[in-house]
């Protein structure tokens, strides 16, 4: 199994971006990775996913304001946000799935969108 470290979360202003990534420590070539972020007493919420042929999904209430993408060579997957407002506070996680594999998931990334 690789281990995933989430990092590049911090403060940022309403209105701006942030790009987290996730590096893995060893090769993720054969994973769909995601993004998912959780709000203390709230759920774990689904962001986005990539498989490893490139085809991707993003939920439909972060469709064109956030993207994913992923460089196998690096063993990294990023994690672009655009347009943050307040309610995008929370802790970000990367997440990668293998087929007969259980989930395995990083630590989490802060994330606090504040002026």
């Known amino acids: 199994q690789v281990q995933l470290v989430e990092s590049g979360g911090g403060l940022v202003q309403p209105g701006g971006s942030l790009k987290l990534s996730c590096a893995a420590s060893g090769s993720i070539g054969s994973y769909t990775m995601g993004w998912y972020r959780q709000v203390p007493g709230q759920s774990r919420e689904f962001i986005a996913s990539?498989?490893?042929?490139?085809?991707?999904n993003v939920a439909d209430s972060f469709q064109g304001r956030f993207a994913i993408s992923r460089d196998n060579a690096k063993r990294t997957v990023y994690l672009k946000m655009n347009g943050l407002i307040p309610e995008d506070t929370a802790v970000y996680y990367c997440?990668?799935?293998?087929?007969?594999?259980?989930?395995?998931w990083g630590q989490g990334t802060q994330v606090a969108v504040s002026s």
């Open positions: 990539m498989t490893p042929g490139g085809a991707f």
């Open positions: 997440n990668a799935n293998r087929r007969s594999h259980d989930p395995i």
